[in-house]
């Protein structure tokens, strides 16, 4: 072979190799690049689910794990044969409240503690969003001003909470009867009144100051502060609760919930919530341990029906608080008092949110007025009771 021919022939070789060469390289780049592509869409994929499950966890404000936590955070599970054995089978005479969650019943567990047991008659998605608040709220909350969460029962079945039990009901059933009670309502005294109203002022600053973020209670109300055998009071069912927002003067936006009388207007009419919505449910209550009345009771004569509105202008008018005070007080207090716990409530029911103190001002103005030695309160005036009355046990049965 001629030297020419053999050097062009190599030639040709090694451009023919060259290209297949370039060729493979662009096929492996090409099957790296796909891949590539193919691991950046698995992984962004992934972490969109990740991110809507989280969304949807801060939308109801519940975390998947919260009742195994509330396992670990030393919360009892109970099984629903545990819990009808300590009720008797749900019997009817160990029913002690109806609420909108359902029956509440008295029980005694296994090693004697006495217990209030709430079993969940309606099911949905509200029910159960409840319930999880409230066992996932509870368990990492703890504050003497708090009712305890002793466990929970959820099976397929049922949802159950179990509370430390509180002798003396809630405060609703000792300023007024409430509906289809027949039980005549022992009247608290004016001491007693501020107690609980201090108590409960703590309960609702714990939440909104000393948990990060804040905690808005959404249903503070009479019949959500209940009492133990000494008249302490403690803030009970966070089912509503909801996380406060991150940054000071923020709100979340969520659907009005809550009961009717206690709810603060701007959130009514916007879904805008903030802790100051708490703060004005706390004076509606605050108007109710100064009136004995009922938030809004739609017999009493025009004007009276609704008590922020009845009320508001005689609170800042210091001759006039005297025409709101309940007549089962007379006699009991200084005018001086009631004038100082008329003007906290009057700041409290503000229509400008704004314009309501901190909790924690509310705590700070009360704290003067409370005796300190106080320690118990005994029903003055003779009590009526029904067999389903907690206060039959507060006089009668209460070791
Ligand atoms: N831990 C408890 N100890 C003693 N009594 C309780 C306890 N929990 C609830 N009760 C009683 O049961 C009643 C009903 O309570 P529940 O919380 O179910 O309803 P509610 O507060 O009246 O209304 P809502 O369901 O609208 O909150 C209370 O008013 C109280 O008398
Ligand atoms: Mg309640």
């Given at each position: 072979?001629?030297?020419?021919?053999?050097y062009?022939?190599?030639?040709r070789?090694?451009?023919f190799?060259?290209?297949?060469?370039a060729?493979?390289?662009?096929?492996?780049?090409?099957?790296?690049?796909?891949?590539?592509?193919?691991?950046?869409?698995?992984?962004?994929k992934?972490?969109?689910?990740?991110q809507?499950l989280?969304n949807?966890?801060?939308?109801?404000?519940?975390?998947?794990?919260?009742?195994?936590?509330a396992?670990?955070?030393?919360?009892?599970?109970f099984?629903?044969?545990?819990?009808?054995?300590?009720?008797s089978?749900?019997?009817?005479s160990?029913?002690i409240?109806?609420?909108a969650f359902g029956?509440v019943y008295?029980?005694?567990?296994?090693?004697?503690k006495?217990?209030?047991i709430k079993?969940m008659?309606h099911?949905?998605?509200?029910?159960?969003?409840?319930?999880?608040?409230?066992v996932?709220?509870?368990?990492?909350l703890?504050?003497?001003?708090?009712?305890?969460l002793v466990?929970h029962?959820?099976?397929?079945?049922h949802?159950?909470?179990?509370y430390?039990?509180m002798?003396?009901?809630g405060?609703q059933?000792?300023?007024?009867?409430t509906r289809?009670?027949?039980v005549?309502?022992?009247?608290?005294d004016?001491?007693?009144?501020?107690?609980?109203?201090?108590?409960?002022a703590?309960?609702?600053?714990?939440?909104?100051?000393?948990v990060n973020p804040?905690?808005?209670h959404?249903?503070?109300?009479?019949?959500?502060i209940?009492?133990d055998?000494?008249f302490?009071?403690?803030v009970?069912?966070?089912?509503?609760?909801?996380r406060?927002?991150?940054k000071?003067g923020?709100?979340?936006?969520?659907?009005?919930?809550?009961?009717?009388g206690?709810?603060?207007?701007?959130?009514?009419?916007t879904?805008h919530?903030?802790?100051?919505?708490?703060v004005?449910?706390?004076?509606v209550?605050?108007?109710?341990?100064?009136?004995?009345?009922?938030?809004?009771d739609?017999?009493?004569?025009?004007?009276?029906?609704v008590?922020?509105?009845?009320?508001?202008?005689?609170?800042?008018d210091?001759e006039?608080?005297?025409?709101?005070?309940?007549?089962a007080?007379?006699?009991q207090y200084s005018?001086?008092?009631?004038?100082?716990v008329?003007?906290?409530?009057?700041?409290?029911?503000?229509p400008?949110?704004?314009?309501?103190p901190?909790?924690?001002?509310v705590?700070?103005?009360l704290?003067?007025l409370?005796k300190?030695?106080r320690?118990?309160?005994?029903?003055?005036?003779?009590?009526?009771?029904?067999s389903?009355?907690?206060c039959?046990d507060?006089?009668?049965?209460?070791?």
């Amino acid at each position: 072979m001629e030297p020419e021919e053999y050097y062009r022939r190599k030639e040709r070789v090694a451009l023919f190799v060259s290209l297949i060469m370039a060729s493979l390289s662009m096929v492996s780049l090409l099957v790296a690049f796909s891949y590539y592509c193919y691991i950046r869409n698995k992984v962004s994929k992934r972490s969109h689910l990740q991110q809507r499950l989280d969304n949807d966890d801060n939308k109801s404000g519940i975390s998947n794990s919260s009742l195994q936590v509330a396992c670990e955070k030393g919360l009892q599970v109970f099984t629903f044969k545990q819990l009808n054995s300590a009720t008797s089978s749900f019997s009817k005479s160990n029913i002690i409240g109806q609420g909108a969650f359902g029956s509440v019943y008295r029980g005694v567990l296994n090693d004697g503690k006495k217990v209030a047991i709430k079993l969940m008659d309606h099911g949905g998605k509200h029910g159960e969003e409840e319930f999880k608040m409230e066992v996932e709220l509870l368990s990492r909350l703890r504050s003497p001003y708090l009712l305890s969460l002793v466990g929970h029962c959820s099976d397929s079945n049922h949802r159950l909470l179990v509370y430390e039990f509180m002798i003396n009901g809630g405060l609703q059933e000792h300023l007024y009867p409430t509906r289809g009670s027949n039980v005549f309502p022992s009247r608290l005294d004016w001491e007693a009144r501020l107690k609980i109203a201090l108590d409960a002022a703590k309960g609702l600053e714990y939440l909104h100051e000393h948990v990060n973020p804040p905690v808005i209670h959404r249903d503070f109300k009479s019949s959500n502060i209940l009492l133990d055998k000494n008249f302490h009071a403690k803030v009970s069912d966070f089912g509503l609760a909801k996380r406060g927002p991150e940054k000071a003067g923020g709100h979340v936006s969520t659907r009005v919930l809550g009961t009717q009388g206690y709810v603060a207007p701007e959130y009514a009419l916007t879904g805008h919530l903030t802790t100051k919505s708490d703060v004005y449910s706390y004076g509606v209550v605050l108007l109710e341990l100064l009136t004995g009345r009922v938030p809004v009771d739609m017999k009493r004569p025009q004007g009276e029906g609704v008590l922020v509105s009845w009320s508001l202008p005689k609170l800042t008018d210091r001759e006039r608080v005297v025409e709101i005070m309940d007549p089962a007080l007379k006699g009991q207090y200084s005018m001086k008092e009631a004038i100082q716990v008329a003007a906290i409530a009057a700041m409290c029911v503000q229509p400008e949110a704004d314009y309501r103190p901190l909790m924690a001002d509310v705590v700070q103005s009360l704290v003067p007025l409370v005796k300190p030695h106080r320690s118990t309160y005994a029903p003055k005036s003779p009590t009526t009771v029904d067999s389903n009355s907690k206060c039959s046990d507060s006089v009668l049965t209460e070791s």
